[in-house]
C-alpha cells in the first residue's frame, strides 16, 4: 500500500514536473511616445528602444501599465517567454518601473500616414519616356504599419518588402517578388525601380506623391 501510494506521488511529481513550461525573461527599456495608433478596433503603442531610434507600433499588452495620451514615457519592462510543451512559445511584458513621464505641450508623435489597410492603386509613373498615366491598372501598394511591411503588385508580379517612415521621408528595402514572366510592354522595371529609389512622400487628399528627394517619381490613389 505504501509502495503503491510512492509511486502514485513520483508519478504526480513527474507529470507535474513536465507540464511545467520554460521560461526565460530579461529586462528590456522601452520609450513610449505620447499617442497610439488605432489598427482594426484595438491602440497601439508607439515605442523605441533608444531615444535616437525611429517610432514604431508595438504590437503587444504591458500587463500593470497605464498609459495617458499626451505624455512621453520611460518604462522598465519584465519580458517573459515561455516556451510550452507543444514547442510554441508565449511572450508577455511586464512593466517594472516607469523611470520618467513628461507631459508633452505638442504632440510631436512621428504617427504613420498609412493608419489602415488601404491599397494605393498606381496612377501616375515616371518612365524612361515621360510619365504615363493609369486609368485601369493593377499595380498598388498596400502599408501593413503593425509590422513595418509592404504588399502589391507591378502590374506583372506580387511583391513584398519592409518600409521606414518618418514625417515625409519613406524608403523600400529588402524587396521580394515572384518571377512570372512579363511582356516587353510591361511597367515592372520602371515601378521596381521607383520603390528602390524613394526617399520621400506627401499624402495630400486621397493622393500619394512619392519621390526621390524632390523629384516626382509616382501618384498613387487610395482606394479602400
Not at 530579461?26 to 489598427?39: E, G, H, N
Not at 493608419?115 to 498596400?142: C, P, R, V
Request: with cysteine.
Amino acid at each position: 500500500m505504501l509502495i503503491n501510494l510512492i509511486k502514485h506521488s513520483i508519478t504526480s511529481l513527474l507529470l507535474f514536473a513536465t507540464s511545467i513550461a520554460y521560461a526565460n525573461s530579461y529586462l528590456k527599456v522601452l520609450y513610449i511616445a505620447d499617442s497610439t495608433a488605432t489598427l482594426n478596433g484595438k491602440p497601439y503603442f508607439f515605442t523605441k528602444n533608444t531615444p535616437t531610434d525611429s517610432l514604431v507600433l508595438f504590437p503587444y499588452n504591458i500587463e500593470g501599465f497605464n498609459y495617458e495620451t499626451g505624455f512621453e514615457y520611460c518604462i522598465l519592462v519584465d519580458v517573459i517567454t515561455t516556451q510550452q510543451n507543444n514547442d510554441s512559445s508565449l511572450t508577455k511584458y511586464i512593466l517594472n518601473d516607469i523611470k520618467y513621464k513628461k507631459k508633452t505641450t505638442q504632440n510631436l508623435t512621428a504617427k504613420s500616414a498609412f493608419q489602415d489597410s488601404s491599397k494605393w492603386m498606381l496612377y501616375k509613373l515616371k518612365m524612361k519616356d515621360g510619365t504615363k498615366t493609369f486609368s485601369i491598372s493593377k499595380a498598388y501598394i498596400q502599408f501593413d504599419i503593425v509590422n513595418n511591411t509592404i504588399n502589391g503588385n507591378t502590374d506583372c508580379n506580387t511583391f513584398h518588402a519592409d518600409f521606414t517612415e518618418d514625417s515625409a521621408t519613406l524608403q523600400f528595402k529588402n524587396m521580394i517578388t515572384t518571377k512570372m514572366a512579363c511582356s516587353k510592354r510591361a511597367i515592372e522595371p520602371a515601378f521596381i525601380n521607383m520603390l528602390h529609389n524613394t526617399t520621400h512622400f506627401a499624402i495630400k487628399s486621397k493622393l500619394l506623391y512619392v519621390y526621390q528627394h524632390k523629384k516626382l517619381l509616382a501618384i498613387f490613389i487610395r482606394k479602400k
